[in-house]
């Protein structure tokens, strides 16, 4: 790149070619940039003749930054870890379109995630680093971009709720950070994410550079930048928080917070992870307004729901739902206690962790580090008098064994297992050990479930249904003809991204008397699902092309979310 712009200045007559050549003589000992020595050697008379040069050559405009003064508003919406990491200053703003000033105007990258952060078009103008590097240390300062970031989050005042008292050296820690913007960046950040609905909140640090991200939906989403000297202050800020061990930084540790905001109470379960770059925390955010638990409201088909309320009302047996993490599985069982949860009947739970709390149901919190796994809560459960049991995850063949066992001796079972769908759980059951007639007799129901994303009423539109689209979804031309599909084109009310909430996609598959002999039988996974489609079960993929076919999801969700 440097002899590159070196001949051009030979060509172009602005230095000779024994300049050129000393120059680089120089370079290659590591005396700076082309540049730079070029100046020094007398050659030039700054290096803001040679930005001006590229500028021409690029057909853009070249910028002396010493002959002007900046506008602070201006400069700080460009974040400052951007502007220090890549070396951009943003100079001026004429209605959306923003001017920035670079000495590498070829990088596109910067350029795009500019446009992306400022929401503005960008119009690049070539500056020599040096002068770019010293505007950036004069405009920015860490701690008034702190308070820039700080007023960008919600107001929210968030209260902390201390759960246990705190030891001398946690006080005198908390004591030090107390006053410091610090402390209200991460209440803010915490009340934002409460606030817009989030359910997890990622710190996360690199090289150069602090993440914060926030889980939307079921999908990440960037939030603004942290300047990175405070990552170390700020993850003590939550650990003391957590009631954690802050001089730990090399081994994962687990907490809870528990917070008020708005007049509600909202607990945070909160992992620690060392990474090589220093410690990521995530604060999974336990809301209970934000959980549905009413069943006729998670997105269940007329069909669907009439068998799954039939079954959770059965005196005993036991009922599976399936799925991989994240699709909602604890929440459909909760709905079900719920619905179940009177004065006269005995609910006790075995869960890892336990999300959220229930009046009225005795939910007990799994420690396999002391013993009390998932076996040994069920075994306790029996001898205490349960009309309905909920095993939060059934991992192993002990477990299985003893959940069947509890269905057959009239107690009405819930649970959960990661299968793909709902014929696969039997095979996964027998390959724990337990004999087949057992899961025939014990099994009422199993249920495969997935979440898509539904797209923003406010900014759908129908697009066209191509030749592509019916291939991702595997239908004919036939099958597609009347198919009307919508995608989000986003919106304020989405935040641009198109969807807004989500709702579960349902497999349902009761066991009928033709099912259970086909289990005894050992009837293969394919041949059971088949049983049970004809038995009027929809499978994922239908149960989605239906959701697609009524404008609630998209193409891109249905496909992602489930395999025809």
């Known amino acids: 790149m440097a002899i590159e712009l070196g001949k051009m200045l030979v060509k172009a007559g602005k230095i000779t070619e024994e300049q050129l050549q000393q120059a680089l003589e120089m370079q290659k000992k590591g005396e700076g940039k082309l540049g730079e020595i070029l100046v020094k050697l007398g050659a030039v008379p700054d290096e803001n003749v040679i930005s001006e040069f590229i500028g021409k050559q690029l057909n853009i405009g070249a910028l002396r930054l010493t002959d002007i003064e900046l506008n602070p508003e201006i400069v700080k919406l460009i974040p400052p870890d951007i502007a220090k990491k890549f070396n951009v200053i943003a100079v001026s703003k004429i209605s959306k379109t923003l001017i920035v000033a670079i000495s590498d105007p070829n990088n596109i990258y910067v350029l795009d995630a500019i446009k992306f952060i400022t929401g503005c078009n960008i119009q690049p103008v070539i500056a020599p680093e040096n002068t770019i590097h010293k505007a950036i240390e004069s405009y920015y300062k860490d701690s008034s971009a702190l308070n820039e970031i700080i007023k960008g989050i919600s107001d929210g005042e968030l209260e902390l709720i201390e759960e246990t008292e705190e030891d001398i050296s946690e006080q005198d820690l908390q004591s030090q950070v107390q006053d410091k913007p610090l402390v209200k960046l991460v209440d803010g950040i915490i009340a934002e994410a409460i606030n817009k609905g989030a359910s997890d909140i990622h710190f996360e640090c690199y090289e150069k550079r602090v993440r914060v991200r926030y889980r939307y939906d079921g999908s990440l989403q960037e939030s603004a930048p942290i300047p990175y000297k405070y990552r170390a202050a700020i993850i003590s800020r939550m650990k003391i928080m957590a009631d954690l061990d802050i001089s730990e930084r090399r081994l994962p540790q687990d907490g809870r917070i528990k917070v008020k905001l708005g007049g509600r109470t909202v607990d945070l379960r909160v992992s620690v992870l060392p990474t090589i770059f220093g410690e990521k925390v995530v604060m999974r955010i336990l809301d209970p307004k934000s959980l549905m638990v009413d069943m006729t409201k998670l997105g269940f088909p007329e069909l669907a729901l009439k068998n799954f309320d039939r079954a959770i009302h059965l005196p005993y047996g036991m009922i599976l739902v399936t799925g991989p993490t994240g699709s909602g599985k604890t929440t459909t069982l909760y709905s079900a206690l719920k619905t179940l949860n009177t004065p006269d009947v005995n609910v006790l739970t075995a869960e890892d962790p336990v999300e959220f709390n229930f009046d009225g149901i005795n939910q007990v919190l799994v420690r396999s580090d002391i013993g009390l796994t998932f076996a040994a809560a069920l075994r306790s459960f029996l001898r205490q008098d349960p009309d309905i049991v909920m095993v939060g995850e059934i991992r192993d063949g002990e477990t299985a064994d003893i959940a069947i066992k509890a269905a057959l001796t009239g107690h009405l079972v819930f649970s959960t297992l990661h299968t793909n769908d709902a014929a696969s759980t039997i095979n996964r059951l027998v390959d724990m050990g337990v004999p087949s007639y057992l899961v025939a007799a014990s099994t009422k129901l199993i249920m495969a479930q997935r979440m898509v994303r539904k797209i923003c009423n406010y900014c759908k539109q129908e697009i066209e249904v191509t030749s592509q689209i019916l291939e991702m979804l595997q239908l004919t031309k036939e099958e597609g003809a009347d198919l009307k599909i919508y995608e989000g084109k986003g919106c304020g009310n989405c935040s641009n991204i198109g969807y807004s909430g989500r709702t579960g996609l349902f497999e349902v598959m009761p066991i009928s008397p033709a099912i259970e002999r086909m289990i005894v039988g050992g ?42």
């Open 523 to 564: 009837g293969s996974t394919a041949e059971i699902k088949q049983q049970g489609i004809e038995e009027g079960m929809h499978t994922l993929r239908s149960a989605g092309l239906e959701k697609l076919k009524l404008g609630i999801t998209s193409v891109e969700e249905v496909v992602a979310e489930t395999a025809a």
